[in-house]
Structure formats: C-alpha cells, structure tokens
C-alpha cells in the first residue's frame, strides 16, 4: 500500500537547524495532516506532535511541526546529541481507508 | 499518568493465532473518548498500523490485514487485545500496543517460527 515519503537520512551540526519533510497526498496528509514520532533504538516512538501540529505536555519547543499542501514538516532547532534519532510521520488515509507511515529519516547531529 | 503494557507469547507457529493483550494503568478504556491501536515495526516493512478499537467498541483494521485480525476491549479488566490468525514469517515484527498516538508500549517481540 501507498506510504508517505521521508528522506532516509539528514545530517546537520550541533546546534544547528534541521528540517524533516513528509510527502503525501490530499487524500492523507493534505486532509488530514500528519503525527510525528521520534524514536531511539530500542525504543518505542515518541509522539513529537500530533496532526494539528501541536506538541504534548514535556516536548521540547525545539520541535515544531507545520503543513503545507500535502507535505508535511518537522523542524528541530538547537539540535543537541539526544536529538540523533528516527523520526517517522503519518497520516490517516481517507481512501486507502488505513493509517499510512513514511518510512522514516534517520537524523545524525555531526 | 497513562501506561500500556503489551503481553503475551514471543513465539508463534506458522498457521497459528498470535494473541495478545494491552493492559491499561493509570486510565480507563472506556468512555474515554480515545482510540486504542496495535502498530508493528519490522525491519522490512517498517512502522505498520494494524488496527484500533474506539472507546465505543468500533473497530478499524488495516485492509490489508482485516481478513486476519481481530480486535476486542475487557472493560472489566481495561485490557485490550489482538488477535492475529494464520501467521507467517512476514508477521514476525515488534509488536506495540498504543492510545493513538501518545502512549506507547514498551513493545513485544514475536517471532513467528516452527
């Protein structure tokens, strides 16, 4: 089934500002935007924000999502070293009738 | 604050039903407005969503899988479970249990194997 489309990898210095896209469609997240997850190996995810871009209680304003059309944002400000992780979006798909996921970015702070 | 707890056998035999249950501390299942869902990560197919069960008792399940799962809530024991029949290889995956999509399960792994 169709997923949504993530860049398997970025990398960007510490401190730095890094900007994690998600591409979709207007049947997913052009309808209905998209979660964000982050996740340590080994680790479950983490919910970063959920699809009406807002953060849960105890997540960093470093981490702010946004949407445009049917591409979806993540942008990480300050990275520090705990922020090297995957980070995964996904969206209800009204016609696949599924929650699809991207496959995920892998971020390294150099 | 909310916990999820998966449980049940790490090992599967092909053509069996994987089972298991998602305990739920620290809130209630029911009436709480909330979707309740099972999610699994391979390294193949990467994060897959499974299926979800409403506070109501509605069910939703990946087309793709539907044929084969089956969700259901205890209210009594504010547990929720999967069901999972006629298992493969492919099915060998970590298996979460989640309320959509902030609390997460520390994860199961199953394999499925003779």
């Known amino acids: 089934q169709a997923g949504l489309t993530q860049a398997p990898s970025v990398s960007t210095g510490l401190r730095q500002t890094a900007t994690l896209t998600c591409t979709g469609n207007?049947?997913?997240?052009?309808?209905?935007?998209a979660v964000w997850l982050q996740q340590h190996q080994g680790h479950p995810p983490k919910l970063l924000s959920d699809?009406?871009?807002n953060r849960p209680s105890g997540i960093s304003e470093r981490f702010s999502a946004s949407r445009s059309g049917n591409t979806a944002s993540l942008t990480i400000t300050g990275l520090q070293p705990e922020d090297e992780a995957d980070y995964y979006c996904s969206a209800w798909d009204g016609s696949l009738r599924t929650q699809v996921f991207g496959g995920g970015t892998k971020l390294t702070v150099l | 604050q909310l916990q999820v707890q998966e449980s049940g056998p790490g090992l599967v035999k092909p053509s069996e039903t994987l089972s298991l249950t998602c305990t739920v501390s620290?809130?209630?299942?029911?009436?709480?407005?909330?979707?309740w869902g099972w999610i699994r990560q391979s390294p193949e197919k990467g994060l897959e969503w499974i299926g979800s069960i409403y506070s109501s008792g509605s069910t939703y399940y990946n087309p793709s899988l539907q044929s084969r799962v089956t969700i259901s809530a205890d209210m009594s024991k504010n547990q929720f479970s999967l069901n999972l029949h006629s298992v493969t290889a492919a099915d060998t995956a970590v298996y979460y249990c989640?309320?959509?999509?902030?609390?997460w399960g520390q994860g199961i792994v199953v394999t499925v194997s003779s």
């Open positions: 699809r009406n871009n």
């Open positions: 207007s049947n997913n997240i052009g309808n209905e935007g």
């Open positions: 620290g809130g209630s299942i029911s009436g709480s407005g909330y979707y």
């Open positions: 989640v309320r959509v999509w902030e609390y």
